[in-house]
Nanobody
Framework: QVQLVESGGGLVQTGGSLRLSCVVS????????RAWFRQAPGKEREFVVI?????????TYADSVKDRFTLSRDNAKNTVYLQLSSLKPEDTAVYYC??????????WGQGTQVTVST
């Protein structure tokens, strides 16, 4: 059974930082990738970052977060991290971790709330 569990969200001031974690079980790291999406109130879910677990150079960020957010991996712990820096109010959203099988399904976590105050 595939499970993704996010943590690390919270309330932070503009310019602050947070680190989100996503522990994944039940997915083959060599046959899947990890991604983060976010959904703000009243908006559609949007892409944030996607990356390979076997090749850390294969990482792609949305333009809106490039140079501010960083994806990292600890394969021994089956965990991916998303470091959020220089946060802006428009980064406020529920952040979702996803595990995407290369030729199969996409799995989602329950989401973690990030709120950036002015």
């Amino acid at each position: 059974q595939v499970q993704l569990v996010e943590s690390g969200g919270g309330l932070v001031q503009t310019g602050g930082s947070l680190r989100l974690s996503c522990v994944v079980s039940g997915l083959d790291a060599s046959a899947s990738v990890r991604a983060w999406f976010r959904q703000a109130p009243g908006k559609e879910r949007e892409f944030v970052v996607i990356g390979s677990l076997v090749n850390s150079e294969w990482t792609t960020y949305a333009d809106s977060v490039k140079d501010r957010f960083t994806l990292s991996r600890d394969n021994a712990k089956n965990t991916v991290y998303l470091q959020l820096s220089s946060l802006k109010p428009e980064d406020t959203a529920v952040y979702y971790c996803s595990g995407i099988e290369l030729f199969g399904r996409t799995y989602w976590g329950q989401g973690t709330q990030v709120t950036v105050s002015t």
